[in-house]
């Protein structure tokens, strides 16, 4: 189960993960897992000011650093798209919550500072990945992602 909500420049999705908090987060911080339910090739620094790179399917690549991270519950990043003057690398900001429930973690992304004509398609975006990663997460495997051979529209 997974919900939205999004106003203005804000997007915010909730949705549960049958894993506990630690597995969770390597797949924010692992390059092998990242790359399972997001783009075809990941670069990543996660550290406090390290760069990350996330090529979706060699035209749409995601670039950004890590802000804040607190190990198992929380990390936070700008965020942007290389060649995008919409969405420039680090002109909008994630923040992904990760909180122990039940027999899981409740994720919570919630994405800042995006102009409000590209709110619609980062939900669309979003909506699509979080529930790769709810799949990589609960030890399946996602299947091929679809936009990794399709490019995104702009």
């Known amino acids: 189960m997974m919900n939205t909500n999004s106003s203005n420049n804000t997007i915010r ?3 549960f993960i049958e894993c506990r ?10 390059p092998a897992k990242l790359v399972r339910w997001m783009g ?4 990543l620094d996660p550290s406090i000011g390290g760069k990350f790179r996330i090529d979706l399917n060699g035209s749409n690549i995601a670039m950004g650093e ?6 198992n519950e ?6 942007g798209w290389e060649q995008s003057k919409m969405v420039p690398p680090g002109s909008s900001t994630l923040e992904f919550k990760l909180t122990p429930q039940d027999n899981g973690t409740l994720l919570v992304l919630t994405h800042y500072d995006l102009p409000e004509e590209e709110v619609a398609s980062h939900v669309q975006g979003w909506t699509h990945y979080m529930s790769r990663l709810q ?20």
């Open 21 to 30: 908090p630690e597995t969770l987060f390597s797949f924010f911080i692992d």
């Open 74 to 79: 929380k990390i936070v990043m700008s965020w």
């Open 40 to 43: 075809r090739q990941v670069l």
């Open 135 to 154: 799949i990589a997460a609960q030890s399946e495997d996602p299947e091929v992602d679809s936009l990794t051979v399709q490019a995104l529209p702009e």
């Open 66 to 71: 890590y802000k804040e991270i607190i190990p």
């Open 13 to 15: 999705k909730e949705v």
